[in-house]
Nanobody, 123 residues
């Protein structure tokens, strides 16, 4: 069974920081990219950031300059460091992984999803 397990979510005030973590377990191959999507109540799920096996990272415009995605292919882990958080960043964040490059993954072409972790930004 393939599992993507997220951790690190929580509550923070505007301007604060959080780091999300994702660990892949189970036999899945190949993984060419890992990343993060998010969904807020009443909104569609959207891509946040993806990084591929060549260390090429793609970010949504709304998070550029504030979020940083990292990964470790050998450990099959990914993280998302979120700085300067805004109220509008409040959402459930999902770790994703897939066999396609970052551009395709940003368009939703991913094969595996985590259960999600909640991030709440409020004062």
């Amino acid at each position: 069974e393939v599992l993507l397990v997220e951790s690190g979510g929580g509550s923070v005030q505007p301007g604060g920081s959080l780091t999300l973590f994702c660990v892949v377990s189970g036999e899945i191959s190949p993984i060419d990219s890992m990343g993060w999507f998010r969904q807020s109540p009443g909104k569609e799920r959207e891509a946040v950031a993806v990084i591929d096996s060549g260390d090429v990272a793609i970010y949504a415009d709304s998070v550029k300059g504030r979020f940083t995605i990292r990964h470790d292919d050998r450990q099959r882990t990914a993280s998302l460091t979120m700085d300067s958080l805004k109220v509008e960043d409040t959402a459930t964040y999902y770790c994703v992984a897939g066999p396609f490059d970052g551009a395709k993954s940003m368009r939703g072409m991913v094969a595996w999803w985590g259960e999600g972790t909640q991030v709440t930004v409020s004062s």
